[in-house]
């Protein structure tokens, strides 16, 4: 618990438990080091138009294997069964590639977040959240991430 009180006492917040000052905290610092890419923004401004409009996404299209391919090729497994740690991870990752020099790395943080979203979207449409419990909660930080974006 002293972890805990030194992240109060130091943040200036009272966090009821100690994921949750984790999660504050790391999306603070995610936010304040991203620059991100334009096609990123752009993918976030369409999600969050889209949700204010209709509430939900109109678009329930599972990802194909060849995106499943590049999740996979490094090391990413399905939102449905992302943690919000590895979450923090993938988009520190995808914020790091954005601003790297190679071009193939680049390319590939904007085709890994475009097909975040696209899960994101398919989880929402077929109200999966529910089911997904508190151990799977990734797909919350993508979200906040993406309002944060869009903002």
Known sequence: M???GNKQQIYGKNFSN???AFENISLQSLFR???ISAKQKEVANNYMVIKRIFGFSAVNSRISNSETALLRQYGMRLLEETTSRTMFNELETLIEWSKTGDAIKRVHSDNIFEIRV???KFLQANNSLMKL???YDGYSILER???YLAG
């Open 2 to 4: 002293n972890f805990l």
């Open 18 to 20: 100690v994921d949750e």
């Open 33 to 35: 080091k991203s620059r």
């Open 118 to 120: 696209k899960e994101l």
């Open 133 to 135: 419990g508190e151990l």
């Open 145 to 147: 991430y993406i309002e």
